[in-house]
């Protein structure tokens, strides 16, 4: 009698092994490849289990772009992807000048001194006259991709007669515009209106025409408590598919959220008793903060009002009002200069960013890992006491003139102390301090860079915070002289740090 042989794992085929290893979890896969020798080895010679593992490990999802992939190897792409973790190692300062543009000498000669809002997104400057309804846009990092460059004449971008508009919010990766206006302006006319007849809508159009955006559900976006919008918009924003407005009224803000290319109408509202912000964490959670603390909902079903998940304490009793809070999206990827055009392979993970704000005085870099595995507080979500989650997850920090953050980065200006100019004189002059969380960079340590995992505390009102959020410490040789007050938005594009200012830039040292 013969007996059949068994097959074992060990006796696949070299391409078996890479299907089986390519379903696992990064960290899987390198526990996998490092306790047999046959996986070693297919690990080693397979580029697309690499890029899994490297994406993964810098907190990155790939973004497929299918006639890219078709011409472009993988092992390029994991070239690229390398490239990237050590990019931030060897930035460079970019000053860009706001008022030698000859956009904003337009703008500036028509408001007749009327103060202009402005906003930096993706590497293009919006400037808004609310009382001359003046916007233009154009692009002032140079080659961003796609670039675009509009001027709306006074009244010319109100989507009817009678509008107001109260506040824009522009998307030029997504070619959107949002507008947010009255009609029939009037406090006592408004005053005298119920819901549903207060004149108050945000709408969509293409950035780059006149119409409405080919992927929203309708031109104008209804909002579903309008009977609580008596004061001005404090804030209009947007992540993907989704565009939040914030008002306030009587020490009492709201918040509503539309997935507005599925629908016009929502009934996804937050409310607040105290004065706040909010940003978008990814496209299924929203978080608002005030000085009471972080609270972070659930907008994953926007069929119905957001689902509370957890709340998590501020460190000290201090009223904390938040001053500032960063862009929680990011522009991980960018143009390479060997390409003809803008290929984008990759973005951070909402998961592995960082989540930066300024509150009162002292300026916060939280993980958002935290908001994202909850299972360690389920005994305290409602609210989490900042003992327990904050200080491994935070990293504290007075903050010291303009400041930027993107993805897993955190960037800020530093004065540089009894610095001269070539006579002698004293001069202002600030450096660059960055800080890269990412916890590959951290565990690699490239470059110029300094490993921090010492604990630090910073002072509030003789209160201390103290938080050990690790993080690699890279300071710029690279000079500038400048009123870093002068600075609207620091914007991180890879190795590329703008410093857009008001007035025209110093020369690099």
Not at 25 to 50: G, H, M, N
Not at 359 to 366: E, G, L, N, V, W
Request: with cysteine.
């Amino acid at each position: 009698m013969t007996s059949k042989s068994k097959v074992g794992f060990l006796s696949l085929a070299e391409e078996q092994y890479f299907y089986i290893l390519s379903f696992l979890p990064y960290r899987d896969i390198l526990r996998c490849t490092s306790v047999c020798k046959a996986l070693r080895q297919t690990f080693i010679l397979s580029p697309e289990l690499q890029y899994i593992v490297e994406l993964a490990g810098q907190g990155l999802l790939p973004v497929l772009n299918t006639e890219f992939h078709k011409h472009v190897p993988i092992s390029k792409c994991l070239q690229l992807l390398k490239d990237n973790a050590s990019a931030w190692f060897k930035f460079n300062i970019r000053p860009v000048s706001i008022q030698d543009h000859p956009a904003f000498a337009t703008v500036y000669s028509q408001a007749w001194g009327w103060p202009i809002k402005r906003s930096f997104v993706d590497g293009h400057l919006c400037l808004f006259v609310e009382e001359d309804q003046l916007v233009t846009i154009f692009p002032l990092v140079p080659q961003p991709s796609p670039q675009i460059h509009r001027e709306w004449s006074p009244k010319s971008l109100c989507p009817v007669p009678d509008a107001y508009i109260d506040h824009v919010w522009i998307d030029p990766a997504q070619n959107l515009i949002a507008i947010a206006y009255y009609t029939n302006y009037d406090d006592d006319y408004l005053d005298s209106l119920s819901w549903p007849d207060r004149p108050f809508y945000i709408d969509l159009k293409t950035l780059d025409g006149d119409g409405v955006h080919p992927q929203a559900a309708g031109q104008t976006l209804f909002l579903s408590e309008l009977d609580k919008c008596q004061n001005r918009t404090i804030k209009l924003q947007g992540l993907g598919r989704h565009i939040a407005i914030q008002c306030s009224l009587a020490n009492t803000w709201w918040s509503q959220i539309w997935d507005w290319q599925h629908s016009t109408t929502s009934n996804s509202v937050i409310s607040h008793a105290s004065d706040g912000d909010s940003c978008f964490l990814g496209n299924d959670r929203f978080l608002t903060m005030n000085n009471l603390g972080l609270y972070l909902y659930s907008i994953e079903d926007m069929s119905q009002a957001p689902t509370f998940l957890a709340g998590f304490s501020m460190p000290t009793s201090v009223h904390m009002r938040i001053k500032y809070v960063g862009p929680t999206d990011d522009i991980a990827h960018g143009p390479q200069p060997q390409m003809e055009a803008h290929q984008t392979l990759w973005t951070s993970d909402p998961e592995h960013r960082i989540l930066f704000f300024i509150a009162y005085h002292a300026a916060f870099a939280i993980s958002t890992k935290v908001f994202f595995n909850l299972d360690p507080f389920k005994e305290t979500l409602d609210k989490i006491p900042w003992e327990q989650w904050g200080p491994p997850n935070t990293r504290a920090f007075n903050p010291k003139f303009s400041v930027g953050a993107s993805g897993n980065r955190v960037f800020q200006a530093a004065h540089v102390v009894g610095a001269t100019a070539d006579d002698g004189s004293a001069v202002t002059e600030y450096s660059s301090h960055m800080m890269d969380f990412s916890p590959l960079a951290v565990q690699r340590r490239q470059g110029q860079g300094r490993v921090v995992n010492e604990p630090s505390t910073i002072v509030v009102e003789n209160e201390s915070i103290t938080t050990c959020l690790p993080y690699v410490e890279v300071l710029s040789d690279g000079k500038y002289s400048a009123d870093a007050h002068d600075v609207v938005k620091i914007w991180v594009d890879r190795c590329d740090i703008y410093v857009p200012r008001l007035a025209s830039p110093s020369a690099m040292n």
